[in-house]
């Protein structure tokens, strides 16, 4: 459900490599055209092509969901949750705790599309790391405009987003909509449910583009601290991750999501949400991890009111 630019550079392709976990069955986009095609690319018939989510759950020939739409999850995943479906929901879960809420009280499985938390590195980290030394987090993103790899799935144009509410502060949208997945990548490594914010600040922003935003908080033994840059102009993606221990330092480095090779953080996410469906196999965040990142964004915002 969905098929715009990470379902064409990212899922898409790893679907018909892990050909032996997964097999597409069915297409749903809005947008006209967008389905045919790809459903066309995947050699699937007219009858697996749909633009609604209600011809699409009254046609039931499948057994899980990804559900890769822009903007706020929650609806679709909580009808696809109570249609008995497990859910692989790229993020954010939600834009509101209420919209969380309603994942919630839907029941089912589902899994949040955090790849970093699968990154192979992280996953190395994870066996060696105490976390009860550390001492803090320190976490620092430079994010130019997204940049994908050449396609010819579909139409490389897609529909404006509109926000309303705290999306309308560009600080709440740079939380949901990227750092969510350092937020994420903190409370793995921290081994803590979620993230205390008490320090924020946040400058440089233009008319209608983002700028910088840091924000901090306690950790059990320790503080994190996020720096997250919009660089209109910079090079190349590129984020570092630096977990200082009473031991020592364990750096981790993020380039580019959308360009990755063999066993990345995406394909080791789809293979850990076959198990979900498969095995009952829990995933590394669910729908109440999606809804405490959302709960640190509200705090992201009440930090920066409180230091304006």
């Not at 967008?34 to 046609?59: I, K, M, W």
């Not at 990804?66 to 993020?91: D, I, M, N, Q, W």
């Not at 503080?223 to 910079?234: A, K, Q, S």
Request: negative net charge; glycine residues 10%.
């Amino acid at each position: 459900m969905g098929l715009g630019r990470v379902a064409r550079h990212v899922h898409l392709p790893l679907l018909a490599k892990l050909d032996r976990h997964f097999a597409v069955s069915a297409v749903c986009d809005s947008q006209p055209g967008y389905a045919d095609q790809v459903a066309g690319e995947l050699g699937l018939t007219g009858s697996a092509v749909f633009r609604d989510t209600v011809s699409l759950f009254s046609c039931g020939e499948f057994d899980a969901v990804l559900l890769l739409t822009s903007g706020s999850h929650a609806g679709l995943a909580a009808e696809a949750l109570r249609r008995g479906y497990p859910v692989f929901c790229e993020k954010p879960l939600g834009h509101t705790p209420e919209e969380a809420a309603l994942v919630a009280d839907a029941g089912g499985r589902l899994m949040l599309g955090y790849m970093k938390q699968y990154d192979p590195a992280v996953t190395e980290a994870l066996e060696t790391l105490d976390p009860s030394a550390i001492r803090h987090i320190d976490v620092s993103v430079l994010h130019p405009p997204e940049r994908f790899p050449a396609t010819d799935w579909v139409p490389a144009s897609a529909p404006a987003q509109t926000h309303s509410g705290a999306r309308e502060h560009w600080e709440y949208r740079a939380v949901l909509d990227s750092a969510c997945h350092d937020v994420a990548l903190i409370r793995l490594l921290a081994g803590v449910a979620e993230l205390d914010v008490d320090r924020a600040s946040s400058w440089g922003a233009t008319d209608g583009e983002s700028g910088s935003l840091e924000f901090s908080g306690p950790l059990p033994r320790g503080r994190y601290t996020v720096r997250w840059h919009f660089l209109p102009d910079y090079p190349e993606y590129e984020e570092r991750v630096r977990v200082h221990t009473e031991h020592g330092t364990r750096d981790l480095s993020f380039t580019n999501p959308y360009f990755f090779g063999a066993d990345s953080g995406f394909e080791r996410e789809l293979l850990a949400f076959h198990s979900l469906v498969t095995a009952g196999t829990p995933p590394l965040s669910g729908p109440a991890e999606g809804a405490a990142d959302i709960r640190t964004g509200l705090r992201v915002l009440a930090a920066l009111g409180k230091s304006a």
